[in-house]
T-cell receptor, first 115, second 110 residues
């Protein structure tokens, strides 16, 4: 099992360009998450999907959109990238069935730089 | 307001000592709490989860939860250099919304 995979690993964009970060999990998990991590800021939740067919805003959703394509895949789109979106992006998944099933498993991260 | 706060550190302890990491949360709606460890340049990985008041032990790690004081802690006994990492506290809210603290960087000196 690959666990949680993310593509790409690295990306450089110019201000105003768009891109989609891809995430897939092979653990049959119900819940999926997108976080960004900036130095000294910990992990901040951008969007999450508690189950297939649902998405909800997290702490910092502005400038992002998401799609839960199916149970395995959860993508994050930047429509018009800004330098403030330079960060490391992590995708995570969990069973999401309540207490004891909410351990999150993280992907390797995507390091994004916006010039 | 769903906030989780940690002392950002850094925290330095000698090998073999007890490392104590602390976390507070602002929203009593959070019922589940987690400690993740993150090595530099790597992804976070779960160390402990705790759901009830009191202590939960797993090997050298003990998590403590006090819901009345809105306080979560992690104790690492017999600290090893391999424990040197950033430790992230997290709280889960309704519908699987998760909030993380900024992390505490721990260094264990041989």
């Amino acid at each position: 099992n690959a666990g949680v995979t993310q593509t790409p690993k690295f990306q450089v964009l110019k201000t105003g360009q768009s891109m989609t970060l891809q995430c897939a999990q092979d653990m049959n998990h119900n819940s999926m998450y997108w976080y960004r991590q900036d130095p000294g800021m910990g992990l901040r939740l951008i969007y999450y999907s508690a189950s297939e067919g649902t998405t909800d805003k997290g702490e910092v959703p502005n400038g992002y959109n998401v799609s839960r394509l199916n149970k395995r895949e959860f993508s994050l789109r930047l429509e018009s990238a800004a330098p403030s979106q330079t960060s490391v992006y992590f995708c995570a998944s969990s069973e999401g069935l309540g207490e004891g099933t909410d351990t999150q498993y993280f992907g390797p991260g995507t390091r994004l730089t916006v010039l | 307001q769903k906030e989780v706060e940690q002392n950002s550190g850094p925290l330095s302890v000698p090998e073999g000592a007890i490392a104590s990491l602390n976390c507070t949360y602002s929203d009593r709606g959070s019922q589940s709490f987690f400690w993740y460890r993150q090595y530099s340049g790597k992804s976070p990985e779960l160390i402990m989860s705790i759901y009830s008041n009191g202590d939960k032990e797993d090997g050298r790690f003990t998590a403590q939860l006090n819901k009345a004081s809105q306080y979560v802690s992690l104790l690492i006994r017999d600290s090893q250099p391999s424990d040197s990492a950033t430790y992230l506290c997290a709280g889960k809210y309704n519908n699987n919304d998760m909030r993380f603290g900024a992390g505490t960087r721990l260094t264990v000196k041989p």
